[in-house]
């Protein structure tokens, strides 16, 4: 398929958007684009620079574009680079221009906003779990500032996987797809 239908799985810190890509992708035998900000970050033995959450970006745009073509009418993508622009404005007060100025043209068909409702699960990489109210909200203003088509999913567990399935179903099918 040449335009496969693009939905991203975004959220606050611990919401499972990993687990929920890796389970969507199997679900619609189709692939997803992990979060390249993860791996990156791993590597970092200081916390980010701006120079890193430019790199982020870029890095996060050329494994998008790396793994499309092998995507099966649909492609899952654990976050986006709207990631680099949240914690940007969070540790730096501002955003790269280059990221700005790409937000507007990088669309996604439909986002999955993963609620704040399953517990926090510790990571060296996260950072915040006292703010995941307000980071929330900032992902709620990012998908409105963008005009972007999104739903939260709520629930745990089976529950949660079965919220997103039907919801990409009702998507697909309004969409022609399936």
């Not at 996060?60 to 976050?79: F, G, H, R, S, W």
């Not at 669309?107 to 990489?125: G, S, V």
């Amino acid at each position: 398929m040449n335009n496969p239908v693009k939905i991203a799985i975004v959220g606050p810190e611990s919401t499972g958007k990993s687990t929920m890509s890796a389970f969507l992708a199997k679900h619609y035998n189709t692939v997803w684009v992990p979060e390249y900000a993860r791996g990156y970050c791993e590597k970092l033995t200081e916390p980010p620079t701006w120079q890193d959450e430019i790199n982020m970006f870029y890095g996060q745009v050329a494994l998008e574009k790396e793994i499309l073509p092998q995507a099966n009418q649909i492609l899952i993508c654990d976050t986006t680079f709207i990631t680099v622009k949240i914690w940007s404005d969070e540790i730096f007060g501002k955003t790269p221009q280059v990221v700005l100025d790409e937000l507007p043209n990088h669309k996604y068909d439909l986002y999955l906003l993963l609620n704040i409702d399953l517990p926090w699960q510790d990571d060296p990489l996260r950072d915040f779990p006292n703010m995941r109210e307000h980071f929330m909200q900032v992902w709620h203003d990012e998908l409105k500032a963008l005009d972007a088509n999104y739903v939260v999913i709520n629930g745990a567990g089976e529950e949660r996987y079965e919220r997103a399935v039907k919801v990409i179903d009702e998507f697909l099918k309004e969409r022609d797809v399936v």
